[in-house]
């Protein structure tokens, strides 16, 4: 199983181990591309301040992470499960996974990056702040960029097996599977139910649709549960508790799509 992650906006400060080592990240298809966003980001940065914050989307109270940017090839290192925080992976709580679970988040779990790409989150890498949502002034939409490459390199890593898919538009714009591995792909909508004058109301959630995601992924990883297909994760999801909904696709090449419904949002 793959399971498909976007990373977070805010990271924690980077690590006391050894700096940046590209050839060690997972996906070494991804090598030459990685190199460019990060020539570009290091050189951007480096060069005029104001204007990297205008490209990064960055107001004046958060300049420092320019400078953060900078080290990127000096700065110390930690593994890429110990940088992105936040609502999801809080939920997800990879430090306080026993060892088979943690073992399993190495092996299923993929964070795509707007530097990176994607990586594994036992590969160690700086904090930085890149967003897929970037327009570098060198090489265009980041969305855009990285599609190529990943379409020569995700499918490989997806192998024969289920892809659960929980990135938000902007890193899902990065890779979009196709043909035979799109419909053994499954994504996920957390819609947040609630009686209303005794009529049952759905909406769409935000925030708490983060950590809903967080506790699926925990909770797979917890089970050992591994399911094929996306119609074996629906019958996983359910013995785990959770009430979901599936719309096989409609025609071959599109994924499934499930929702997960909560009566609370916390």
């Known amino acids: 199983m793959l399971v498909l992650l976007p990373p977070s906006e805010g990271k924690a400060a980077s690590g006391r181990g050894a700096p940046l080592k590209p ?8 090598a030459g ?15 005029d301040e104001d204007k990297a914050r205008e490209v990064l989307g960055l107001s004046d109270g958060l ?10 090839r000096t700065a110390g290192t930690r593994p890429a499960g110990e940088i992105y925080t936040g609502v999801l992976y809080d939920a997800l709580g990879l430090a306080t996974l026993e060892p088979d679970a ?8 993929l964070v795509f990056s707007g530097l990176w790409g994607a990586v594994r989150i036992g590969d160690r890498i700086p904090s930085y702040r890149c967003s897929m949502g970037v327009k570098l002034p060198g090489l265009g939409a980041l969305g855009a960029y990285w599609r190529e490459p990943m379409a020569a390199v995700l499918p490989q890593a997806a192998g024969d097996g289920l892809v659960l898919d929980l990135r938000s538009s902007a890193y899902a714009a990065a890779w979009k599977p196709k ?11 957390v819609l947040h139910s609630q009686l209303v004058d005794g009529v049952e109301k759905r909406s769409v959630v935000s925030h708490f649709n983060k950590a809903t995601k967080g506790r699926i992924v925990r909770s797979l990883l ?8 996306p119609e074996a994760l629906v019958e996983a999801l359910r013995e ?27």
């Open 240 to 266: 785990l508790g959770f009430v979901v909904e599936a719309q096989a696709p409609v025609k071959a090449g599109k994924a499934w799509a499930l929702d997960v419904v909560v009566s609370e949002i916390h």
């Open 179 to 189: 043909g035979e591995v799109a419909g053994r792909t499954a994504t996920v909508r």
């Open 33 to 47: 591309a990685r190199a460019a966003v990060l020539d570009e980001l290091v050189e951007l940065c480096a060069a």
């Open 63 to 72: 300049r420092g992470e320019i400078a953060k940017n900078v080290e990127l």
């Open 102 to 109: 943690r073992r399993r988040a190495r092996q299923w779990l």
């Open 23 to 30: 050839e060690s990240l997972s996906l070494p298809g991804l």
């Open 222 to 229: 917890e089970a050992g549960a591994a399911p094929k297909s």
